[in-house]
């Protein structure tokens, strides 16, 4: 097991590399000047100068890619050029809300998909499974802006029963200190800002996690019919097992397996998602931090957002990775 | 009273191309310690009737349409669902073809052994990994404490059939059933696996049916054997008596299309023409008359039932005196059968009724 | 008593062999799901194509007298905040986010399929290091990856094209490099070996036509996501960036801010992108059951 670990770490280097290489050519590469695309026509000479030393133009390239490399391994990701600030520090602070808003949409996507898969592949092309398999059409034909404002209007604008932007009402003035607003309200003992955080996070949840709740509900649904069919299934019942444990120890441990992969991919769908989701619902976190980035040219904040998206996509999959072989057996001699 | 008895069992599927007519009114016994053969090639509804009696077909496609299954006079098919869980696997087990899919590729075999034992007794954990581990090495699998942790992608097939076996017969149950238990196996390793089902069997009196398409598995195997063609038995006799004295078209074909040994140099295998019937249509006549070669135009519309061989004779339904059946209008002479093809001067299979031959010039031959 | 006759015949019942496609073809037309899917195409495609003849609108001018009125005879589906008609926009949308999508999926199919063509038709090395940089792409969450390309090649129709169609070649190149690495054990491919067959000519001639079918699955129902896609772009502000063309994700985020005084300029346009992928992704899902007749359940 430990060697199996130890072998897809060793396995993510080159990806590691391959990654820093695409990033380090995206700004270096940046058709005509980059100081110029950076800082956009009207920059004056000084300013050009300073782009230029900061970037280290004037190094030979494989000097200056070792430069961002050994930069990076410091926690050095470069700075705005709108602020000036380090770019790893405002990711930081804004990284909190993205996360809190993708694990809100990934137990909505789990918590929903998972029952109803099995559910509808209980009575396989029966009336539920048309239902679910209905939903699920909606879930993936239907783009993250879309359903989010299609919600706003309804349950903000219409109903006015869930607040449609930020993450806390700014009015209950509660004292943040991880960034991660329901944690917070939880430490400063508040109910009514604990209720309120949840509220916010509702319908971008809701919004974000669609399509992996359609996938999810989709594969669900297929590797519990894939397995219900397998010659182990029918040796359980014929051994006399109840229909539970059947269903529980013979059934979905298996049909687990490919929701496990399904889970871990669809993080990077999230990932990716966060950043239409954030500027839906003027959520503040990375996802819009960069949308604003992109619209001003800053673009070490781009650079280094993918960079750390990518990081964090790869590490999530390691770690599923890693719970797939501990939930299947033949990997690991594999 | 028999063991089990089953009668004019009917089991039908579903499916989205129509009704399967899998099996039309199977009606046998089999004894406390019997071992009956369930002979015929795929898709001749052996396997089903073996589910059908478990009472596993697939659902909701496959359903028994008619006819009874008693077993030591209790009537299964009226059972609810959890009086037929408690006799799975304690009265009546199965062992599957494909040991390879037929373990449970995430559980090790000490959780798939103890659930079953568990399952039907008030075992603790331990008196049940203890007893699993006695289990396997009574099936012959060496070092079972040890193996008893492992994975079933860790056993060959061999192994894992003896543990399937090991798994079946974990509750001495009166009735196994084998479906195919060797066909998936390496030559070498399926004698062995036989050997081993015979004798624990034997020693604890389990009454057998396997199922085959193999007669070479059944001769040494069984005690009496059923030929089944799309859904029906054909022909029914105590093993020795069915290879001596082969009796129906379909079982002389079967004979003379596997090789043998003591074949004379130069003789030609017969295979059987043509294929077995679409059974998607109700059946009409003898199933087999299209694939015949001693069929009469009536065998096109009559389907005979199982009849004593010799007319008249008394029926004895199992054991090693059971009566020679069989369900034919033509059957062959014992000279026929030896060469396998009608010997009778001028004899023509009947054509199809309706066919185009029909209209031809036909020519009357005396019988 | 037995009639016989000098020669047996039964009548035979030949079945005529079709192609794997007619086939598919057949089961595709007879799947329910797979029908709606192709009417919301057909909607989608005729809508594009006879734009200018279904509506006498340009989507482009419009009066600022006439802004943002809502639907009415004149104005199908009301007019958007520069007066401009609201079905003529969402017409020439479709023309738009046809061209645009199908382009892209096009460009991701030829990267895809050269990549995974000589990853899997080659092998050893060239394999290796091709699918480290797929890992690279897949590495990266797709639209952001989109994200990333518009934002470094800046706004513009053919930038998009390419930035939607790179961030899917890892997914057609794996797709496709899997299957020939499977057709590779085929019999039919070790028996074309056996025989002295070139190795390009086996690659081209017998395993890449029996690879393309998954292919071609994963194609159509990656056309409903370059819809969505494209639109995604669109709405961050990453369209083509050209006020002469109408382009649905754009036309959500300028009318976002009018969501309570005039939803019915987010409703068309985004009806327009879900019916369209709907359609997509229906008739992606049929020809799937279609090629495969096992998956039918």
Known sequence: ?334 | MALLEVEGLLVRFRTHDGTVYAVNGVSFQVDEGETLGLVGESGCGKSVTSLALMRLLPKPAGRVEGGRVRLDGTELLDLTEAEMRDLRGRELAMIFQDPMTSLNPVLTIQEQMVETIRAHTQLTAEQATARAVELLGTVGIPRPETRLKAFPHEFSGGMRQRVMIAMALALHPRLLIADEPTTALDVTIQAQVLELLRDLTAEARTAVILITHDLGVVAGMTRRINVMYAGYIVETAPTAELFAHPSHPYTVGLLHSIPRLDAVEGEPLIPIEGTPPDQRHAPVGCPFAPRCAWRLPACWTTNPPLEPLVPGTPVVLTGDRATHRLACLNPPTAEEAEAGLPLREGFVAAPAPGSIVDELATVEVPA | MAVGTATISRPVRERASRGLWRDAGRRLLRNGPAIVGLVCILIFVVGALLAPVLSSYDPSVGKLVDRMKPPSPAHLMGTDLLGRDEFARVLYGARLSLQLGTISVVFGLFFGIVIGAAAGGLGGKVDALLMRIVDVLLAIPGILLAIGIVAWLGRGQIQIMLAVGVSYTPIFARLLRGSLLALREADFVLAGRSIGASRLRLLVRHMLPNALTPLIVQATLALATAIIDVAGLGFLGLGPGDPRVAEWGEMLTDSARFLQSAPFLIFFPAAAIVISAIGFNLVGDGLREALDPRLRR
């Open chain 1, 1 to 334: 097991m430990l060697k199996y670990i130890l072998r897809r770490l060793i396995g993510a280097i080159p990806v590691l590399i391959g990654l820093s290489i695409i990033l380090f050519l995206f700004v270096r590469l940046l058709p005509g000047d980059p100081a110029i695309a950076i800082l956009g026509q009207h920059a004056t000479p000084a300013l050009i100068l300073q782009v230029h030393q900061s970037l280290g133009l004037d190094l030979p390239i494989y000097v200056q890619y070792l430069n961002y490399v050994g930069g990076l391994l410091q926690g050095d990701f470069g700075a705005s050029f709108i602020n000036g600030r380090p770019v790893l520090e405002d990711f930081l602070l804004r990284f909190p809300a993205t996360i809190e808003l993708t694990v809100a949409a990934l137990i909505f996507a789990v918590g929903l998909g998972i029952p109803l898969g099995r559910l509808a592949a209980r009575h396989p092309n029966g009336w539920l499974d048309g239902i679910v398999t209905v939903i699920s059409l909606f879930g993936i034909s239907v783009p993250i802006f879309v359903l989010g404002y299609t919600m706003v209007f309804i349950f903000a604008v219409q109903l006015h029963w869930l607040p449609a932007t930020n993450q806390i009402d700014a009015r209950l003035q509660l004292p943040l200190r991880t960034n991660f607003v329901v944690i917070d309200a939880i430490l400063a003992g508040r109910p009514d800002a604990l209720v309120d955080a949840l509220k916010h996070l509702v319908l971008p949840a809701v919004a974000l996690g669609s399509i992996p709740f359609a996938i999810i509900t989709r594969i669900t649904r297929a590797s519990v019919l894939d397995v219900t069919n397998e010659d182990y299934v029918r040796t359980a019942r014929a051994k006399g097992l109840t229909e539970r444990r059947v269903d529980s120890r013979h059934i979905m441990r298996n049909a687990w397996l490919p929701v496990t992969t399904i889970i871990g991919l669809e993080v990077g769908g999230l990932l990716g998602g966060a950043v239409i989701t954030e500027t839906v619902f003027s959520w503040n976190g990375v996802g819009s931090w960069v949308v604003d980035a992109i619209q001003n040219h800053d673009y070490f904040v781009v650079q280094s957002s993918i960079l750390i998206f990518a990081l964090i996509f790869l590490v999530v999959n390691l770690v599923v990775d890693i719970g797939y072989a501990f939930l299947n057996p033949r990997i690991r001699y594999a």
